[in-house]
């Protein structure tokens, strides 16, 4: 059984930072791709980082480039979302989630095992 447990969320000004963490169990993490989305209230599940399972491959979503970085610790079994300059409109719950394959993906379909989210709230 995959667990993939998320912590760091929390509220914000506009223009801070926080950082996501994303410990996961129950299988070699190591070997798999891993990703970060986002649910803001009423929209859908939406794209924002991946990493490959060496972590020589990140991918992210337009609107967060430049102000986001993703990585990993394999021997920790831990991804995180570093969140700079955040937006209000960066307001959402953040999943991570394991890919099905060891390659960066942005397909939310290519992935198996979710988080049960962090909330994360930047106010203007």
């Known amino acids: 059984q995959v667990q993939l447990v998320e912590s760091g969320g929390g509220l914000v000004q506009a223009g801070g930072s926080l950082r996501l963490s994303c410990a996961a169990s129950?299988?070699?993490?190591?070997?798999?791709?891993m990703g970060w989305f986002r649910q803001a209230p009423g929209k859908e599940r939406e794209f924002v980082a991946t990493?490959?399972?060496?972590?020589?491959?990140?991918y992210y979503t337009d609107s967060v480039k430049g102000r986001f970085t993703i990585s990993r610790d394999n021997a920790k079994n831990t991804v995180y979302l570093q969140m700079n300059s955040l937006k209000p409109e960066d307001t959402a719950v953040y999943y991570c989630?394991?890919?099905?394959?060891?390659?960066?993906?942005?397909?939310?379909?290519?992935?198996?095992?979710w988080g049960q989210g962090t909330q994360v709230t930047v106010s203007s």
């Open positions: 129950g299988r070699t993490f190591s070997g798999y791709a």
């Open positions: 990493i490959s399972w060496s972590g020589g491959n990140t």
């Open positions: 989630a394991t890919s099905q394959g060891f390659a960066a993906t942005m397909n939310r379909y290519d992935y198996r095992h």
